[in-house]
Protein backbone atom coordinates (compact mmCIF):
# COMPACT_ATOMS: atom_id res chain seq x y z
CA UNK A 1 0.00 0.00 0.00
CA UNK A 2 1.56 3.35 -0.69
CA UNK A 3 1.26 6.20 1.91
CA UNK A 4 1.59 8.72 -0.70
CA UNK A 5 1.98 9.60 -4.00
CA UNK A 6 2.15 12.42 -5.97
CA UNK A 7 1.99 11.83 -9.99
CA UNK A 8 3.42 14.79 -12.49
CA UNK A 9 2.90 17.42 -9.35
CA UNK A 10 3.44 20.75 -10.79
CA UNK A 11 2.93 24.06 -8.85
CA UNK A 12 3.23 27.35 -10.06
CA UNK A 13 3.16 30.82 -8.47
CA UNK A 14 2.07 33.66 -9.93
CA UNK A 15 4.48 36.75 -9.74
CA UNK A 16 5.30 40.37 -10.32
CA UNK A 17 2.89 43.16 -9.94
CA UNK A 18 1.09 44.35 -13.01
CA UNK A 19 1.82 41.87 -15.69
CA UNK A 20 1.72 38.48 -13.36
CA UNK A 21 3.79 35.52 -14.79
CA UNK A 22 3.90 32.24 -13.98
CA UNK A 23 6.98 30.72 -12.08
CA UNK A 24 7.61 26.99 -11.32
CA UNK A 25 8.59 25.96 -8.56
CA UNK A 26 7.46 22.44 -8.86
CA UNK A 27 7.79 20.63 -12.16
CA UNK A 28 6.28 17.49 -12.74
CA UNK A 29 7.46 15.59 -9.38
CA UNK A 30 6.30 11.85 -8.69
CA UNK A 31 7.06 9.88 -6.27
CA UNK A 32 5.91 6.66 -4.30
CA UNK A 33 6.28 6.34 -0.67
CA UNK A 34 5.31 3.25 0.75
CA UNK A 35 3.72 2.32 3.98
CA UNK A 36 6.55 1.97 7.11
CA UNK A 37 9.37 3.97 5.25
CA UNK A 38 11.31 6.45 6.17
CA UNK A 39 11.50 8.93 3.15
CA UNK A 40 13.64 12.08 2.87
CA UNK A 41 13.14 15.06 0.70
CA UNK A 42 16.58 16.35 0.24
CA UNK A 43 17.40 19.99 -2.01
CA UNK A 44 18.97 22.94 -1.39
CA UNK A 45 16.84 26.04 0.01
CA UNK A 46 14.49 26.77 -2.74
CA UNK A 47 14.14 23.58 -4.30
CA UNK A 48 10.47 23.16 -3.97
CA UNK A 49 10.38 20.96 -0.71
CA UNK A 50 7.95 22.71 1.36
CA UNK A 51 6.11 23.09 -1.67
CA UNK A 52 5.57 19.53 -2.00
CA UNK A 53 4.58 19.39 1.60
CA UNK A 54 2.20 22.17 1.65
CA UNK A 55 0.66 20.36 -1.62
CA UNK A 56 0.15 16.97 -0.10
CA UNK A 57 -1.07 18.53 3.23
CA UNK A 58 -3.93 20.61 1.36
CA UNK A 59 -1.96 23.89 1.86
CA UNK A 60 -1.43 24.80 -1.43
CA UNK A 61 -3.10 23.49 -4.30
CA UNK A 62 -1.11 22.13 -7.28
CA UNK A 63 -1.22 23.75 -10.94
CA UNK A 64 -1.17 20.25 -12.55
CA UNK A 65 -0.95 16.41 -11.42
CA UNK A 66 -2.40 14.46 -8.42
CA UNK A 67 -1.07 14.16 -4.98
CA UNK A 68 -2.70 11.53 -2.80
CA UNK A 69 -2.23 10.45 1.03
CA UNK A 70 -3.21 6.76 2.20
CA UNK A 71 -5.18 6.27 -1.15
CA UNK A 72 -7.37 9.24 -0.90
CA UNK A 73 -6.79 12.55 -3.22
CA UNK A 74 -4.64 14.99 -0.67
CA UNK A 75 -7.68 17.58 -0.80
CA UNK A 76 -9.97 15.09 0.70
CA UNK A 77 -9.84 16.23 4.59
CA UNK A 78 -10.65 12.72 5.46
CA UNK A 79 -7.18 11.83 4.74
CA UNK A 80 -5.82 14.10 7.25
CA UNK A 81 -7.07 12.05 10.25
CA UNK A 82 -4.12 10.07 9.67
CA UNK A 83 -1.62 12.25 9.39
CA UNK A 84 0.64 14.65 11.84
CA UNK A 85 2.37 17.52 10.68
CA UNK A 86 5.45 19.66 12.12
CA UNK A 87 5.86 22.74 10.13
CA UNK A 88 9.53 24.28 9.15
CA UNK A 89 10.16 26.77 12.12
CA UNK A 90 6.95 26.16 13.33
CA UNK A 91 5.37 28.94 15.49
CA UNK A 92 2.28 28.41 17.92
CA UNK A 93 0.05 30.71 20.44
CA UNK A 94 1.94 33.11 22.68
CA UNK A 95 -0.63 33.27 25.08
CA UNK A 96 -1.08 29.38 25.34
CA UNK A 97 0.70 27.02 27.44
CA UNK A 98 1.80 23.63 26.43
CA UNK A 99 -0.49 21.45 27.58
CA UNK A 100 -3.38 24.06 26.73
CA UNK A 101 -1.93 23.85 22.98
CA UNK A 102 -1.38 20.32 23.06
CA UNK A 103 -5.17 19.89 24.40
CA UNK A 104 -7.25 22.14 21.62
CA UNK A 105 -5.10 19.92 18.47
CA UNK A 106 -6.00 16.70 20.12
CA UNK A 107 -10.13 18.71 20.59
CA UNK A 108 -9.20 19.22 16.74
CA UNK A 109 -8.53 15.26 16.06
CA UNK A 110 -11.93 14.88 17.75
CA UNK A 111 -10.36 12.43 20.86
CA UNK A 112 -12.08 12.13 23.97
CA UNK A 113 -12.10 13.88 27.30
CA UNK A 114 -11.05 10.80 28.93
CA UNK A 115 -8.51 9.75 26.55
CA UNK A 116 -6.83 13.66 25.72
CA UNK A 117 -5.31 14.51 28.77
CA UNK A 118 -3.71 10.98 28.68
CA UNK A 119 -1.96 11.51 25.10
CA UNK A 120 -1.33 15.07 26.25
CA UNK A 121 0.65 14.00 29.24
CA UNK A 122 2.61 10.92 27.43
CA UNK A 123 3.77 12.96 24.63
CA UNK A 124 5.02 16.25 26.58
CA UNK A 125 6.61 13.22 28.33
CA UNK A 126 8.23 11.45 25.65
CA UNK A 127 9.33 15.24 23.80
CA UNK A 128 10.97 16.35 27.37
CA UNK A 129 8.72 19.17 27.98
CA UNK A 130 6.42 17.41 31.04
CA UNK A 131 8.27 20.07 33.26
CA UNK A 132 7.14 22.70 31.10
CA UNK A 133 3.51 22.16 30.48
CA UNK A 134 2.24 24.62 32.60
CA UNK A 135 4.56 27.47 30.97
CA UNK A 136 3.27 30.03 27.92
CA UNK A 137 4.84 29.63 24.96
CA UNK A 138 6.03 32.78 24.30
CA UNK A 139 8.80 32.06 27.20
CA UNK A 140 9.68 28.30 24.83
CA UNK A 141 13.16 28.77 23.71
CA UNK A 142 13.38 27.86 20.00
CA UNK A 143 13.97 24.07 20.79
CA UNK A 144 11.53 23.90 22.98
CA UNK A 145 9.21 25.22 20.54
CA UNK A 146 10.63 22.11 17.97
CA UNK A 147 9.97 19.64 20.40
CA UNK A 148 6.18 20.90 21.07
CA UNK A 149 5.78 20.84 17.01
CA UNK A 150 6.78 17.00 17.26
CA UNK A 151 4.54 16.21 20.09
CA UNK A 152 1.69 18.25 18.48
CA UNK A 153 2.46 16.21 14.75
CA UNK A 154 1.99 12.63 17.19
CA UNK A 155 -1.18 13.69 19.11
CA UNK A 156 -3.62 11.99 16.71
CA UNK A 157 -1.22 8.80 16.76
CA UNK A 158 -1.03 9.25 13.11
CA UNK A 159 0.24 6.99 10.55
CA UNK A 160 2.09 9.47 8.19
CA UNK A 161 4.15 12.08 9.62
CA UNK A 162 5.64 15.05 7.68
CA UNK A 163 8.50 16.61 9.32
CA UNK A 164 9.77 20.11 7.61
CA UNK A 165 13.25 20.31 8.98
CA UNK A 166 12.58 18.06 12.39
CA UNK A 167 16.26 18.83 13.57
CA UNK A 168 16.54 22.79 12.82
CA UNK A 169 16.93 24.66 16.17
CA UNK A 170 17.89 21.77 17.73
CA UNK A 171 21.31 21.45 20.04
CA UNK A 172 22.91 17.90 19.69
CA UNK A 173 20.95 16.53 22.49
CA UNK A 174 17.97 17.05 21.01
CA UNK A 175 18.98 16.38 18.12
CA UNK A 176 19.97 12.94 18.91
CA UNK A 177 16.13 12.60 20.90
CA UNK A 178 14.55 13.61 17.67
CA UNK A 179 16.49 10.91 15.40
CA UNK A 180 15.84 8.14 17.99
CA UNK A 181 12.30 9.28 18.17
CA UNK A 182 12.56 8.98 14.50
CA UNK A 183 13.77 5.83 14.66
CA UNK A 184 11.27 4.22 17.02
CA UNK A 185 8.29 5.75 14.95
CA UNK A 186 9.72 3.47 12.28
CA UNK A 187 9.27 0.69 14.35
CA UNK A 188 6.57 1.16 15.28
CA UNK A 189 5.60 1.23 11.65
CA UNK A 190 4.69 4.58 10.49
CA UNK A 191 5.80 6.39 7.50
CA UNK A 192 7.94 9.64 8.07
CA UNK A 193 8.49 12.02 5.06
CA UNK A 194 11.00 14.43 5.78
CA UNK A 195 12.37 17.40 4.66
CA UNK A 196 16.05 18.25 5.01
CA UNK A 197 18.90 20.20 3.77
CA UNK A 198 21.10 18.30 6.90
CA UNK A 199 22.61 15.25 4.77
CA UNK A 200 24.07 13.49 7.58
CA UNK A 201 20.56 13.34 8.96
CA UNK A 202 18.65 11.69 6.34
CA UNK A 203 22.09 9.58 5.94
CA UNK A 204 20.92 7.96 9.36
CA UNK A 205 17.43 7.84 9.55
CA UNK A 206 16.52 7.46 5.85
CA UNK A 207 15.10 4.38 3.61
CA UNK A 208 14.97 6.00 0.65
CA UNK A 209 15.56 9.81 -0.32
CA UNK A 210 14.34 11.74 -3.56
CA UNK A 211 16.60 14.81 -4.67
CA UNK A 212 15.03 18.03 -5.87
CA UNK A 213 16.30 20.78 -7.58
CA UNK A 214 14.80 24.24 -8.99
CA UNK A 215 11.61 22.36 -8.50
CA UNK A 216 12.72 19.03 -10.28
CA UNK A 217 13.12 15.30 -9.38
CA UNK A 218 17.25 14.78 -9.64
CA UNK A 219 17.67 11.56 -8.02
CA UNK A 220 15.87 9.05 -5.91
CA UNK A 221 16.44 5.80 -4.61
CA UNK A 222 16.80 3.29 -1.66
CA UNK A 223 20.14 5.23 0.46
CA UNK A 224 21.50 1.51 0.41
CA UNK A 225 22.13 1.63 -3.23
CA UNK A 226 23.34 4.69 -3.24
CA UNK A 227 25.88 4.64 -0.93
CA UNK A 228 27.10 1.61 -1.95
CA UNK A 229 27.10 2.16 -5.97
CA UNK A 230 31.30 1.13 -5.33
CA UNK A 231 34.25 1.94 -3.65
CA UNK A 232 35.95 5.50 -4.94
CA UNK A 233 39.61 4.87 -3.37
CA UNK A 234 41.17 3.99 -0.37
CA UNK A 235 41.99 5.92 2.21
CA UNK A 236 45.26 4.90 3.69
CA UNK A 237 46.53 7.00 7.28
CA UNK A 238 50.29 6.52 8.25
CA UNK A 239 51.83 8.12 11.42
CA UNK A 240 55.21 9.50 11.43
CA UNK A 241 56.37 8.40 7.84
CA UNK A 242 59.38 9.14 6.74
CA UNK A 243 59.69 11.55 3.98
CA UNK A 244 61.53 8.52 1.64
CA UNK A 245 58.41 6.90 2.25
CA UNK A 246 55.95 9.47 1.47
CA UNK A 247 57.79 10.27 -1.93
CA UNK A 248 57.71 6.13 -2.68
CA UNK A 249 54.13 6.22 -2.23
CA UNK A 250 53.77 9.64 -4.32
CA UNK A 251 53.01 7.93 -7.72
CA UNK A 252 50.04 5.78 -5.89
CA UNK A 253 48.02 8.49 -4.48
CA UNK A 254 45.84 11.20 -5.55
CA UNK A 255 46.04 13.40 -2.92
CA UNK A 256 48.47 13.31 0.19
CA UNK A 257 47.73 15.50 3.89
CA UNK A 258 49.83 16.18 6.83
CA UNK A 259 48.23 16.58 9.96
CA UNK A 260 50.47 16.65 12.39
CA UNK A 261 52.61 13.24 13.26
CA UNK A 262 49.59 11.50 10.14
CA UNK A 263 49.50 11.70 7.10
CA UNK A 264 46.60 10.92 5.19
CA UNK A 265 46.72 9.73 1.44
CA UNK A 266 44.08 8.76 -0.75
CA UNK A 267 44.97 6.26 -3.56
CA UNK A 268 44.13 6.60 -6.73
CA UNK A 269 40.71 4.77 -8.26
CA UNK A 270 42.70 2.77 -10.62
CA UNK A 271 45.43 1.87 -8.43
CA UNK A 272 43.32 -0.06 -6.15
CA UNK A 273 45.01 -1.08 -2.64
CA UNK A 274 47.76 -3.83 -4.50
CA UNK A 275 50.56 -5.27 -3.06
CA UNK A 276 53.04 -2.86 -4.11
CA UNK A 277 51.48 -0.09 -1.66
CA UNK A 278 51.51 -3.00 1.28
CA UNK A 279 55.27 -3.75 0.30
CA UNK A 280 56.16 -0.16 -0.15
CA UNK A 281 54.98 0.80 3.61
CA UNK A 282 56.41 -2.18 5.17
CA UNK A 283 59.89 -1.43 3.37
CA UNK A 284 59.61 2.09 4.85
CA UNK A 285 58.82 1.19 8.08
CA UNK A 286 55.40 3.40 8.41
CA UNK A 287 52.91 2.90 10.93
CA UNK A 288 50.03 1.90 9.55
CA UNK A 289 47.09 3.77 11.65
CA UNK A 290 43.94 2.45 9.23
CA UNK A 291 43.13 1.70 5.85
CA UNK A 292 39.30 2.28 4.68
CA UNK A 293 37.49 1.65 1.32
CA UNK A 294 36.04 5.60 0.55
CA UNK A 295 32.59 5.13 -1.04
CA UNK A 296 30.36 7.68 -2.02
CA UNK A 297 28.50 9.78 0.48
CA UNK A 298 25.05 10.98 0.19
CA UNK A 299 26.52 14.33 0.44
CA UNK A 300 28.54 13.40 -2.91
CA UNK A 301 25.92 11.88 -4.53
CA UNK A 302 23.69 15.08 -3.32
CA UNK A 303 26.50 17.09 -5.30
CA UNK A 304 27.24 14.63 -7.73
CA UNK A 305 23.00 15.18 -8.60
CA UNK A 306 22.75 18.98 -7.82
CA UNK A 307 26.13 20.03 -9.10
CA UNK A 308 24.97 19.04 -12.81
CA UNK A 309 22.22 20.66 -13.06
CA UNK A 310 24.40 23.80 -11.79
CA UNK A 311 26.83 22.89 -14.34
CA UNK A 312 24.40 22.57 -17.50
CA UNK A 313 22.12 26.05 -15.96
CA UNK A 314 25.46 27.89 -16.18
CA UNK A 315 26.56 26.50 -19.31
CA UNK A 316 23.23 27.31 -20.62
CA UNK A 317 23.30 30.93 -19.20
CA UNK A 318 27.06 31.37 -21.01
CA UNK A 319 25.49 30.26 -23.74
CA UNK A 320 22.81 32.78 -23.76
CA UNK A 321 25.18 35.17 -23.20
CA UNK A 322 27.46 34.53 -25.99
CA UNK A 323 24.50 33.84 -28.70
CA UNK A 324 22.49 37.28 -27.58
CA UNK A 325 25.31 40.07 -29.51
CA UNK A 326 24.24 37.57 -31.96
CA UNK A 327 20.45 38.03 -31.84
CA UNK A 328 20.95 42.01 -30.76
CA UNK B 1 -17.97 19.27 12.06
CA UNK B 2 -19.69 20.86 15.07
CA UNK B 3 -16.97 20.05 17.53
CA UNK B 4 -14.27 21.13 15.50
CA UNK B 5 -16.37 24.55 15.28
CA UNK B 6 -16.67 24.66 19.09
CA UNK B 7 -13.02 24.06 19.56
CA UNK B 8 -12.37 26.48 16.63
CA UNK B 9 -14.66 29.19 19.07
CA UNK B 10 -13.51 28.50 22.51
CA UNK B 11 -9.90 28.91 21.29
CA UNK B 12 -10.39 32.12 19.71
CA UNK B 13 -12.34 33.57 22.76
CA UNK B 14 -9.16 32.11 25.04
CA UNK B 15 -7.10 34.10 23.35
CA UNK B 16 -9.28 37.15 22.81
CA UNK B 17 -9.70 37.54 26.86
CA UNK B 18 -6.05 37.20 26.92
CA UNK B 19 -5.14 40.67 24.82
CA UNK B 20 -4.36 43.24 27.10
CA UNK B 21 -5.96 46.00 24.59
CA UNK B 22 -9.73 44.41 25.72
CA UNK B 23 -8.58 45.12 29.31
CA UNK B 24 -7.75 48.66 28.35
CA UNK B 25 -10.96 49.11 26.38
CA UNK B 26 -13.12 47.88 29.19
CA UNK B 27 -11.56 49.61 31.83
CA UNK B 28 -12.36 52.40 29.46
CA UNK B 29 -15.74 51.54 29.11
CA UNK B 30 -16.44 51.56 32.62
CA UNK B 31 -14.89 54.55 33.49
CA UNK B 32 -16.79 56.00 30.79
CA UNK B 33 -19.72 54.85 32.27
CA UNK B 34 -18.92 55.83 35.82
CA UNK B 35 -17.95 59.14 34.92
CA UNK B 36 -21.84 59.31 32.88
CA UNK B 37 -22.72 59.27 37.28
CA UNK B 38 -21.01 62.33 37.49
CA UNK B 39 -23.15 63.94 34.65
CA UNK B 40 -26.13 62.93 35.71
CA UNK B 41 -26.11 64.43 39.20
CA UNK B 42 -25.13 67.76 38.02
CA UNK B 43 -27.57 67.58 34.81
CA UNK B 44 -31.40 68.85 36.54
CA UNK B 45 -33.90 66.74 35.55
CA UNK B 46 -32.27 64.97 32.50
CA UNK B 47 -30.41 63.06 34.77
CA UNK B 48 -31.52 59.40 33.82
CA UNK B 49 -31.39 60.35 30.04
CA UNK B 50 -27.79 61.60 30.06
CA UNK B 51 -26.78 58.52 32.18
CA UNK B 52 -28.67 56.10 29.81
CA UNK B 53 -27.31 57.95 26.64
CA UNK B 54 -23.41 58.20 27.60
CA UNK B 55 -23.84 54.53 29.14
CA UNK B 56 -25.22 52.91 26.16
CA UNK B 57 -23.09 55.23 23.50
CA UNK B 58 -19.63 53.92 25.43
CA UNK B 59 -20.97 50.33 25.23
CA UNK B 60 -21.56 50.65 21.62
CA UNK B 61 -18.06 52.64 20.64
CA UNK B 62 -15.84 50.12 23.13
CA UNK B 63 -17.74 47.06 21.71
CA UNK B 64 -17.04 48.75 18.44
CA UNK B 65 -13.53 49.08 18.76
CA UNK B 66 -12.78 45.69 20.36
CA UNK B 67 -15.04 44.16 17.36
CA UNK B 68 -12.82 45.85 14.70
CA UNK B 69 -9.84 45.71 16.40
CA UNK B 70 -9.51 41.91 17.46
CA UNK B 71 -12.10 40.94 14.71
CA UNK B 72 -9.47 42.40 11.82
CA UNK B 73 -6.53 39.70 13.29
CA UNK B 74 -8.70 37.10 13.26
CA UNK B 75 -7.06 35.61 9.89
CA UNK B 76 -4.44 37.83 9.47
CA UNK B 77 -2.85 37.29 12.18
CA UNK B 78 -2.88 33.01 11.99
CA UNK B 79 -1.31 33.71 8.47
CA UNK B 80 1.03 36.05 9.64
CA UNK B 81 2.04 33.41 12.43
CA UNK B 82 2.06 30.66 10.27
CA UNK B 83 0.07 29.32 13.17
CA UNK B 84 -3.00 28.52 9.89
CA UNK B 85 -0.02 25.85 8.79
CA UNK B 86 -0.78 23.69 11.88
CA UNK B 87 -4.95 23.82 12.05
CA UNK B 88 -5.33 23.56 8.57
CA UNK B 89 -3.10 20.37 8.08
CA UNK B 90 -5.44 18.77 10.57
CA UNK B 91 -8.98 17.67 9.49
CA UNK B 92 -10.37 20.73 9.96
CA UNK B 93 -12.42 22.43 6.80
CA UNK B 94 -11.70 25.89 6.01
CA UNK B 95 -15.50 27.29 6.72
CA UNK B 96 -15.14 25.32 10.18
CA UNK B 97 -12.16 27.56 10.60
CA UNK B 98 -14.00 30.59 9.53
CA UNK B 99 -17.13 29.85 11.31
CA UNK B 100 -15.16 29.25 14.58
CA UNK B 101 -13.18 32.43 14.45
CA UNK B 102 -16.41 33.87 14.03
CA UNK B 103 -18.45 32.41 16.35
CA UNK B 104 -15.70 33.13 18.89
CA UNK B 105 -14.95 36.78 18.71
CA UNK B 106 -19.11 37.24 19.23
CA UNK B 107 -18.69 35.09 22.37
CA UNK B 108 -15.96 37.27 23.75
CA UNK B 109 -18.01 40.45 22.35
CA UNK B 110 -20.75 38.72 24.18
CA UNK B 111 -19.62 38.67 27.12
CA UNK B 112 -17.73 41.80 27.46
CA UNK B 113 -20.97 43.41 26.57
CA UNK B 114 -22.37 41.82 29.42
CA UNK B 115 -19.89 43.23 31.86
CA UNK B 116 -20.38 46.52 30.56
CA UNK B 117 -23.88 45.96 30.55
CA UNK B 118 -23.56 44.90 34.54
CA UNK B 119 -21.71 48.11 34.97
CA UNK B 120 -24.48 50.56 33.30
CA UNK B 121 -26.56 49.07 35.29
CA UNK B 122 -24.64 49.35 38.62
CA UNK B 123 -24.04 53.37 37.53
CA UNK B 124 -28.08 53.11 36.98
CA UNK B 125 -28.87 52.08 39.97
CA UNK B 126 -26.80 54.26 42.29
CA UNK B 127 -28.37 57.39 40.75
CA UNK B 128 -31.91 55.94 40.74
CA UNK B 129 -31.28 53.90 44.09
CA UNK B 130 -33.45 51.51 42.67
CA UNK B 131 -34.37 49.28 39.27
CA UNK B 132 -37.73 49.38 37.80
CA UNK B 133 -39.46 48.10 34.66
CA UNK B 134 -38.61 51.05 32.64
CA UNK B 135 -34.81 50.38 33.39
CA UNK B 136 -35.32 47.44 31.10
CA UNK B 137 -35.64 49.04 27.86
CA UNK B 138 -31.86 50.00 27.71
CA UNK B 139 -31.43 46.21 27.04
CA UNK B 140 -33.42 46.64 24.11
CA UNK B 141 -30.69 49.08 22.77
CA UNK B 142 -27.98 46.63 23.80
CA UNK B 143 -29.41 43.81 22.15
CA UNK B 144 -28.90 46.37 18.82
CA UNK B 145 -25.69 47.37 19.74
CA UNK B 146 -25.11 43.55 19.54
CA UNK B 147 -26.67 42.82 16.16
CA UNK B 148 -24.33 46.18 14.91
CA UNK B 149 -21.32 43.85 16.50
CA UNK B 150 -22.23 40.92 14.31
CA UNK B 151 -22.26 42.90 11.21
CA UNK B 152 -18.98 44.41 12.48
CA UNK B 153 -17.04 41.43 12.72
CA UNK B 154 -18.58 39.64 9.93
CA UNK B 155 -16.95 42.76 7.91
CA UNK B 156 -13.90 42.46 9.94
CA UNK B 157 -13.46 38.90 9.09
CA UNK B 158 -14.10 39.07 5.62
CA UNK B 159 -11.35 42.23 5.18
CA UNK B 160 -9.54 39.96 7.45
CA UNK B 161 -9.16 37.03 4.70
CA UNK B 162 -8.12 39.54 1.85
CA UNK B 163 -6.13 42.39 3.12
CA UNK B 164 -3.64 43.82 5.33
CA UNK B 165 -4.71 44.47 9.02
CA UNK B 166 -4.28 48.40 8.83
CA UNK B 167 -6.53 48.56 5.67
CA UNK B 168 -8.98 45.50 6.86
CA UNK B 169 -9.42 48.26 10.02
CA UNK B 170 -10.23 51.43 7.88
CA UNK B 171 -12.15 49.79 5.35
CA UNK B 172 -14.70 48.07 8.35
CA UNK B 173 -14.56 51.61 10.13
CA UNK B 174 -15.53 53.64 6.82
CA UNK B 175 -18.45 50.89 5.82
CA UNK B 176 -19.28 51.35 9.99
CA UNK B 177 -19.41 55.17 9.47
CA UNK B 178 -20.82 55.00 6.23
CA UNK B 179 -23.21 52.51 7.00
CA UNK B 180 -24.95 54.94 10.26
CA UNK B 181 -25.78 57.35 7.26
CA UNK B 182 -27.28 55.14 4.53
CA UNK B 183 -30.37 56.91 5.08
CA UNK B 184 -29.24 60.40 4.72
CA UNK B 185 -27.31 59.38 1.68
CA UNK B 186 -30.56 57.86 -0.08
CA UNK B 187 -32.01 60.82 1.07
CA UNK B 188 -29.82 63.14 -0.47
CA UNK B 189 -30.15 60.91 -4.12
CA UNK B 190 -33.77 61.53 -4.07
CA UNK B 191 -33.40 65.35 -3.45
CA UNK B 192 -30.58 65.64 -5.81
CA UNK B 193 -32.99 65.54 -8.88
CA UNK B 194 -30.61 63.57 -10.75
CA UNK B 195 -31.54 60.32 -11.88
CA UNK B 196 -27.91 58.67 -11.72
CA UNK B 197 -27.16 59.55 -8.69
CA UNK B 198 -30.37 58.37 -7.03
CA UNK B 199 -29.82 54.74 -8.41
CA UNK B 200 -26.28 54.54 -7.19
CA UNK B 201 -27.46 55.94 -3.59
CA UNK B 202 -30.16 53.18 -3.84
CA UNK B 203 -28.07 50.69 -4.59
CA UNK B 204 -25.67 51.79 -1.89
CA UNK B 205 -28.52 51.62 0.43
CA UNK B 206 -29.00 48.09 -0.35
CA UNK B 207 -25.74 46.78 -0.66
CA UNK B 208 -23.80 48.00 2.13
CA UNK B 209 -24.40 47.13 5.99
CA UNK B 210 -26.98 49.98 7.34
CA UNK B 211 -26.73 50.80 10.82
CA UNK B 212 -28.95 53.55 10.62
CA UNK B 213 -31.84 51.21 11.81
CA UNK B 214 -29.70 49.71 14.74
CA UNK B 215 -29.48 53.39 16.01
CA UNK B 216 -32.10 53.22 18.73
CA UNK B 217 -30.05 54.92 21.97
CA UNK B 218 -31.85 57.81 21.94
CA UNK B 219 -35.35 56.18 22.23
CA UNK B 220 -34.18 53.96 25.20
CA UNK B 221 -32.75 56.92 26.88
CA UNK B 222 -36.30 58.59 26.21
CA UNK B 223 -38.80 55.38 27.47
CA UNK B 224 -39.70 54.84 24.12
CA UNK B 225 -39.64 50.99 23.71
CA UNK B 226 -38.70 49.50 20.10
CA UNK B 227 -41.50 48.30 18.00
CA UNK B 228 -41.63 44.37 17.66
CA UNK B 229 -41.71 45.13 13.88
CA UNK B 230 -38.17 46.93 14.08
CA UNK B 231 -36.79 44.64 16.56
CA UNK B 232 -37.73 40.91 14.07
CA UNK B 233 -36.63 43.01 11.24
CA UNK B 234 -33.11 44.41 12.58
CA UNK B 235 -32.83 40.87 13.81
CA UNK B 236 -33.83 39.07 10.25
CA UNK B 237 -32.08 41.35 8.26
CA UNK B 238 -28.29 41.25 10.70
CA UNK B 239 -28.38 37.31 10.34
CA UNK B 240 -29.00 37.83 6.58
CA UNK B 241 -26.12 40.23 6.30
CA UNK B 242 -23.63 37.94 8.58
CA UNK B 243 -24.48 34.78 6.54
CA UNK B 244 -23.45 36.85 3.28
CA UNK B 245 -20.58 38.33 4.96
CA UNK B 246 -19.07 34.43 6.45
CA UNK B 247 -20.30 33.30 3.21
CA UNK B 248 -17.62 35.73 0.95
CA UNK B 249 -14.99 35.23 3.52
CA UNK B 250 -15.11 31.75 3.29
CA UNK B 251 -15.49 31.67 -0.61
CA UNK B 252 -11.92 33.99 -0.32
CA UNK B 253 -10.64 31.43 2.63
CA UNK B 254 -11.22 27.93 0.06
CA UNK B 255 -9.08 29.80 -2.75
CA UNK B 256 -6.23 31.41 -0.74
CA UNK B 257 -2.96 29.29 -0.11
CA UNK B 258 -0.61 28.80 2.80
Same mark, same amino acid.
Given at each position: ???? %??????????????????????????? %?? %???EVFGLLGPN?A?KT??L???? *?????? !????????????????????GYLPENPSF?????A???M?? !???????????????? *?RLLEQVGLAESK?L?L?KFSKGMIQRLGIAQALI??P?VIFLDEPMSGLDPVGRREIRNLILRLKEN?KTIFFSTHILSDAETLCDRVAI???????????L??IL?? *?? $? +????????? +?????? !???? $??? +??????????????? %???????????????????????????SLEDYF??????????????? !????????? +?? | ?????????????????????????????????????????????????????????????????????????????????????N???????????????????????????????? @?????????????? @??????????? /????? /?????????????????????????????????????????????????????????????????????????? @??????????? @??????????????????? /??????
Amino acid at each position: MLAI %ETVDLTKDYRVGFWRKRPRRVLDRLSL %EV %EVGEVFGLLGPNGAGKTTTLKILL *GLVFPT !AGTARLLERDARDISAHRNVGYLPENPSFYDHLTAQEFMTY !AASLFGLSDKARPRQV *GRLLEQVGLAESKNLPLRKFSKGMIQRLGIAQALINDPAVIFLDEPMSGLDPVGRREIRNLILRLKENGKTIFFSTHILSDAETLCDRVAILDHGRLRGCGELREILEV *GV $F +STEIVLEKP +SRDAVV !ALGP $FTS +SIVRTGDRVRLELRA %ESDLNNEVLAQVVRWNAKLISLNPVRMSLEDYFMERVGEDDTSLSRKS !AKVRTESPK +SE | MIQRIRTIAFHTFKESVREKVLYNLIVFALLLIGSAVLFASISLGIGRLMLVNLGLSSIAIFGLLMAIFIGIGLVSKEIDRRTIHNILSKPVRRFEFIIGKYLGLMLTLLVNTSIMTG @GFYMALYYVERRLG @GEDLLPLEAIY /FILLQ /FAIVVGLALLFSCISTPILSAFFTFCLYVIGNFLGDIRWLGQESGSRIFEKVTVLLYYVLPNFSDFQVISQSAH @GISVPPFLLTS @GTLYALLYVTILISAAILV /FEKREF
